[in-house]
């Protein structure tokens, strides 16, 4: 068994950042933590196991919650290029997305952890130094957004701290399918 939980926060982020910034870094810390909190002593075959109906996993989930943010913070940054075009994308490019879902052979709880925690540390970072979260870029091609649409800075880490909520969910049915554990209550 491992007890491997990361640190998904830094507080120095949070103690220099004030108002708004500080709520965005304070909310996303939250959710992160009980997102690695599920993953709290299990083993990395623990962290593989579908536990329900659906293809996911606890380490699968992680994979996911972290490219996801790694991704949107590059586009906050580097505009659509750092997405891609998804209109366009082939079924080798589907399949080799879905493995962001799976822990994959030589993946280790602890190595999904550190690269969260890394990805993290640097979302953390740009949100703190960022001159305007009013900033916006286009939005990438893809079906499920409209069609010239743009977000702001702002917006994207709504977006992350969204995302990293609703997988916390996820993870917290399947930490509770595997073992019983619980992250609350």
Sequence with gaps: MTSTEPTTHNPAHASAATGE???????????????????????????????TASELCLGGLIKHVTTVERKWVEFILDGPAAMGDFTTMTEADWARRADDFRMLPGDTLAGVLDNYAEVARRTDELLAALPDLDASQPLPKAPWFEPDERWSARRVLMHIVSETAQHSGHADIIRESLDGAKSMG
Excluded: I, N, P, S
Aim: with cysteine.
């Design 21 to 51: 910034r500080a709520d965005l870094l304070a909310m996303l810390a939250k959710h992160r933590h009980m997102l690695c909190f599920t993953t709290r002593d299990l083993t990395d075959e623990q962290a593989g196991l579908r536990t």
